[in-house]
């Protein structure tokens, strides 16, 4: 699967961003898949995973009520709704196949070029 996320862009906080993800590849449906993002300076962490037929949905603490994943297998793509942004949310965001790592998702595989997200305070 490769992956392309778009959707990023200069915010204000309390503002809002739609992420996409588009895939290619015939097996997109079949996976589970995540959100992650990456802050200047800080590791990866995990964001929000849904599942193949998003009938599950994950979500990190910090961003709980505030965003919502989703997707269309029809069309290849997920996406992440994210409202109330806050300055702490500035990071580069990725979307990758993601599967279960103790109380959290880890991405799976490739997860392409991120889209970067800018709130200003």
């Known amino acids: 699967v490769q992956l392309q996320a778009s959707g990023g862009g200069l915010v204000q906080a309390g503002g809002s961003l739609r992420l996409s993800c588009a895939a290619s590849?015939?097996?997109?449906?079949?996976?589970?898949m995540g959100w992650f993002r990456q802050a200047p300076g800080k590791e990866r962490e995990f964001v929000a995973t849904?599942?193949?037929?998003?009938?599950?949905?994950y979500y990190a603490d910090s961003v709980k009520g505030r965003f919502t994943i989703s997707r269309d297998n029809a069309k290849n793509t997920v996406y992440l709704r994210m409202n109330s942004l806050k300055f702490e949310d500035t990071a580069i965001y990725y979307c990758?196949?993601?599967?279960?790592?103790?109380?959290?998702?880890?991405?799976?595989?490739?997860w392409g070029q991120g889209t970067l997200v800018t709130v200003s305070s």
């Open positions: 990758a196949p993601a599967g279960p790592y103790g109380s959290s998702w880890h991405p799976i595989g490739s």
């Open positions: 849904i599942s193949w037929n998003g009938g599950n949905t």
């Open positions: 590849g015939r097996t997109f449906s079949s996976y589970n």
